[in-house]
């Protein structure tokens, strides 16, 4: 089975808790704690968000972690790509990927999944999910 790992899901899940806290700094402690984290995975997820450029780290007493760029410019397939590196159900892409892809009866499909997935991922932003869940929280009693 095709799976996003523990890593991107938790990545995802990081920028819309900090999404929901803009313009402030939250502590690996504060994320960790409000996400069920284990600081060093924590600390994990935190450096390929801060190489990929998606979040910047503050240091001092007020230091943490906020958001790099405006959620809104933000998209899923870019911290997945932090994270995952490049996601794709199927290496079909790319003929020099595989010998059999000019005969290939199945690829169309594939290539179609491919798209399809890609639109999702790039077409959701942070800030969406951000307000997803920031509505999903006041509807629960």
Do not use: H, N
């Not at 523990?6 to 704690?33: D, H, N, W």
């Not at 410019?73 to 020099?96: F, Y």
């Not at 932003?125 to 929280?137: D, H, P, R, V, Y």
């Amino acid at each position: 089975m095709m799976c996003i790992s523990t890593k991107g899901r938790y990545a995802v899940r990081v920028m819309v808790f900090l999404a929901q806290c803009p313009g402030k700094a939250l502590t690996k402690t504060e994320i960790s704690e409000a996400e069920e984290i284990t600081p060093g995975y924590l600390q994990q997820i935190m450096g390929a968000l801060l190489t990929g450029g998606l979040v910047r780290s503050y240091r001092g007493s007020a230091g943490g972690f906020a958001l790099a760029k405006e959620p809104e410019s933000i998209t899923v397939g870019e911290v997945l790509r932090c994270t995952e590196g490049e996601v794709r159900p199927a290496p079909c892409e790319d003929p020099r990927d595989c010998p059999r892809s000019q005969r290939c009866l199945v690829r169309p499909f594939w290539l179609k999944a491919a798209q399809a997935m890609t639109e999702v991922l790039e077409g959701t932003t942070i800030a969406e999910l951000a307000g997803s869940a920031a509505q999903e929280q006041t509807r629960q009693p």
